[in-house]
């Protein structure tokens, strides 16, 4: 028997212990996402559907063709710890196979949550959740650009920041006359996981 189920308390929700934190958390996420839905179970969590391209620069032309016309499919979860602890991001749609969960160049964890920071220092509890949504946001595109072995790995600062391989997006996937992608690999980076 835990020691909240002996002295009949139960545990206080991060929320409860900082409430301007979660209203800055409703206010930022639903202006920049507003088709994520907030839900109060557990730690509580954001589900639904990013935009494809949430970014500030243009949309490339044949985006649509590497990804599809939605964006990708989430849930971030809340810890108990946060803000101290970065909250954890679950791609849904796509989701990623098992095999990927266990190779860095994917920026996949081993729970299938993602691998949106370089180092956990990189969080120190004061950044913005929507910081992390919009590098799913482009862990999505990525994701698409690997699938179609365009790249052999993730870009260390992603595509938020990172406009390198916009240029991939720009123009429909080419096919060889067998049907595969016959697009060369890029050469690969530094993996950020």
Known sequence: MTDHHRSGRTPIAWWEC??????????????????????????????????????????????????????LLLCMEYHQAYPMVAPRIIPLDPRPEPLEWTQHRWHVSGDASLCL??????????????????????????YALMKHNVIDEMTVNGIVSDDRLDHFLARPPSLDQDGHHATPPTEPGESAC
């Open 18 to 71: 900082e409430p301007r934190r979660l209203r800055r958390d409703q206010e930022e996420i639903t202006a920049c996402f507003p088709d994520l839905a907030w839900r109060q179970d557990g730690a509580g969590t954001w589900e639904g559907r990013l935009p494809r391209w949430p970014f500030r620069r243009p949309e490339p032309a044949h985006l649509t063709d590497w990804t599809g016309n939605e964006g």
């Open 117 to 142: 920071l370089r180092e956990d220092a990189a969080w120190t509890g004061r950044e913005s959740a929507v910081a992390l949504l919009l590098k799913a946001a482009g862990w999505r595109i990525e």
